[in-house]
């Protein structure tokens, strides 16, 4: 069984500040992980995603993640935030063994929410 | 690439009728497609897993005769919601699996009112 845990519901942030939002995760086998954007009323779509090789993930508008295997965490980074990314987040995570059923199958976390101020 | 469509993006339904989701892999095949709900405020809760032409795989507290998942084909995937009812009211969304890749890709949601 699999299970993450985003630890801040809600982050406010003015712009132009750095922010982390941070997911820990359990599982009893060998991961993928993954963060999603949420915006009001639309899908998912992918921020980045680790799967193998460095550790350092760098993603679309800016984000990065960094996979920390012996803390089981994958916290998400931006250095200077915009407005536009106000939106809600998701770290997931899914079973890397394929060929199961489960493969694709996603766990997610809680969501954060990130406000970015003016 | 990698492209997965859903629709309706909005549906109203009256209490009692079915209403029936549309999840399509516009560009590619999806052996596997995965059906997730969402709570206001709350996270996704995935449903079931459909691989092509075989049955769906619901998780634990899914009632698998009130949400019916066919997966005939390679590019399309259908949940129908039966004998909906107000707490049936979500937003449901499908993502899509391409044979041997290690992503799936979502759709744009729909959001399910029962009135």
Known sequence: AQSVTQLDSQV???????????????????????WYVQYPN????????????????????????EFN??????????PSVHIS????YFCAVSDRE????????LTFGQGTILTVHP | GAVVSQHPSRVICKSGTSVKIECRSL????????????????SLMLMATSNEGSKATYEQGVE????????????????????????????????????????AFFGQGTRLTVV
């Open chain 2, 27 to 42: 560009d590619f095949q999806a052996t596997t497609m995965f059906w997730y709900r969402q709570f206001p405020k709350q």
């Open chain 1, 12 to 34: 406010p942030v003015f712009e132009e500040a750095p922010v982390e939002l941070r997911c820990n995760y359990s599982s009893s086998v060998s991961v993928y992980l993954f």
């Open chain 2, 64 to 103: 698998k005769d009130k949400f019916l998942i066919n997966h005939a084909s390679l590019t399309l995937s259908t949940l129908t919601v039966t004998s909906a009812h107000p707490e049936d009211s979500s937003f449901y969304i499908c993502s899509a699996r391409r044979g041997g890749g290690s992503e």
């Open chain 1, 42 to 65: 639309q899908g998912l779509q992918l921020l980045l995603k680790y799967l193998s090789g460095s550790t350092l993930v760098k993603g679309i508008n800016g984000f990065e993640a």
């Open chain 1, 85 to 88: 990314d106000t939106a809600e």
């Open chain 1, 69 to 78: 295997k012996s803390q089981t965490s994958f916290h998400l980074r931006k």
């Open chain 1, 98 to 105: 394929a060929g199961g059923t489960s493969y694709g199958k």
